[in-house]
């Protein structure tokens, strides 16, 4: 049995594939075509919002799906930090890390898909915020968060990186870490208390749609629902992550650990479920879960992919990792789409009116989504971000000792403080 | 007494935090306050009244507002007839029919900003990009503010504010009572100005409710419903409607009588004070600080154990 004791990067593996450049390809293309639409506008062939349906995928998806999909930083964090479930200390790097690409990507479609950013800056001068608006709270509060303490908790690999590798550097390297350690309760502070703050809030804004949102979705709890489904997503996420490693690069998988996660994620789900009910049969809305026609057929989809995941990882059968890695992209699945409805699915913006993305859109949204990607597989190829045992840092050690002459990745004696 | 730098500095945040906490809450404070008075017009509340019943659809009103607001004609359907299909960006007000298919039934209507009293719109902006004026209620849309991120649209139940789908420098486009051409010394909206029926008024709000009661109770079961749409919808708009047909025929919604930002109220709450976010902040960076301790222990026995570098 292997017990993930430290990150190791995945070695000995060429980080230019043919997947490589098939995806470069695709983020040129997408770039492309985000440099026509600053030029025309969104109107036209660009997208296909339009003055009901004034948010699109780049917002509704980019943004507000896939930031719940990567607050593992948090959702795992707070379990690890604050709770002190030791265990997942472990996985940290891959949930920041899968945090750190869907904040930055999702910030920056946002800025593709505003059609004033130029008068963004007015978010470092106070006296101009809306307090009452939940999209102002969401514009601090993201930015903030990603510029700050998700950077500075993805900062600890980098450092890594340079001390084994330029040894010049080294000193420079081993004073920003210290001073990182000495700042870090703080930093993981800001790390939980923001996202906890913004995740809620994108929540809070479809509150404004008032009974265009259908009534199944629409609660003053929504904000609450929201930042609740986060957190399953963010330990979905995770999941999916480590165990594609075991898929691509056969990493071995610490059952222990993916154990825990596995508990965490079940009674988060559980909680959610329980709750969302509750909402539901308080406001004597219970009805429309049946009668209520696509609407009542999304809410089930959503529920059982959501809940009969949870179910399946609470049982036997949730151990074997085929079961497992199912499990857990259902249940993403159902999350992310309950995400999308507030905005999108269950949202009747002017009856009559519809919406669906136009192929530029989709490629954008692609795109911003295959450089997270490409940026996660370069990553993990050179920094210490998968977990792995004591053992495989000692075969990689070696490995590398032998490409790379003069490194040091063993033998390190404990500096006294 | 001589101070270290680090004593300095350490000063300096003491000195200073109180003062940023000072800034945030009484910037808080107005806000708090005008959510706590919601739903009370300004004194001097402008609006419209228009009443379908006199509207005979010449749709003089749209030219004159094209004229004042210096909107270019729709012409995008057939490239000769200014033809609106709905409000857009050409299109600040538009005159609609509704018609039975067999023609038994038929009402014009009118279709322009509400002006909510609480407006979502308002509410939904970040930087004050759409504002209400605080003398006579005006909402309006103020571009050195506006990012362009359309939450105003998604946030406006009655489908007003339109954007400029087709530029790279796109505007949001919507009625603002024609404030520029009255501040130059206009005396009414083009709309009323040139109304030949006199379907749509201009005025006071309060006068305009008057009237419109006025005229409820000079032809009983003329009206629909015998009421004003707008009194109380949504919390209460300065546009007021009569009809005779029913208000959800002539693209009045059915939004509820409480304003759409009232849902944000317990969201709002939450946040009053900042309190329970940095309540939960030191909690949580109390207890971090306890089990980092911990770990930061962990790592140094395990680098004794394997002469491997810590990871944080």
Redesign the interface.
Known sequence: MTRW???VPVYGVPVITRGFWAMLALIVVGLVLTAIR???????IV?G????Y??GLWKTFNVMVLTGLGSGGFAVG?AA??F?R?KL?SVM?VALLTSLLAYWTGLAMLGI?????W??Y??VW????????????I?VCIMLYATVPLFLENL??LF?YI?YEFPSFRGVAEFC?GA??KV???V???A??LP??HQ??LG?????????VNTLWQT??L?LIYVWAAAFLGYNCVSICLLLAKLAWKRDVDPEVMAEMNKLTVWIVYSWTAFRFLDILVRGKILHVFTDGFYSLLFLTETALILGSAYVLSTEKGKKLGTMFLAHVCCATGGMIYRLSP?TLAFQ??PGATYFPSAIEFIVSITFIAIGVLVYLIAVKKL?ILPGS?AD?TKMAKYEEQVKPGIQL?????VE? | MAMTRREAFKNLAKGSLPILAAGCVSAGLPEVAHAEEENVAPKGALGLLYDATKCVGCKSCMVKCSEYNDLQPDTRQDGIHQAPPALNYFTKNIIKLYRTADGSDHSYFKQQCMHCIDPSCVTACMFGGLRKDVDTGVVWWLGSKCVGCRYCEVACGFHIPAFTWDCFNPKIVKCELCRDHIAKGGKQPGCTEVCPTNAVIYGKREDLLKEAKSRIAANPGKYFEQRVYGEHEAGGTQVLYLSRVGFDKIGLPDIGEASIPHGLHYSHMLYKWMALPLALFAGMVFFAGKNFKDHSHHLVEDQKKTGLRPQL
């Open positions: 004791e430290r990150s600053e030029v025309v506008g969104l109107g036209g997208s919002m339009s003055d009901p004034a948010w707070i930090w604050i002190n030791k200390h790097r898909d505003v059609g004033r950013p008068n963004f007015w978010v106070p006296f101009t915020w809306n307090l009452r608006s939940p999209l102002l709270e514009a600890p690999p890594e001390i870490e990182l350690k870090y309760p703080v993981i502070g800001l939980y208390i906890i703050m809620s809030s809070a804004l479809m509150i404004l749609g008032g009974n265009r003053p709890f904000p905005t913006a002017k210490a004591n840092w063993t033998g390190y004696a404990p403080h």
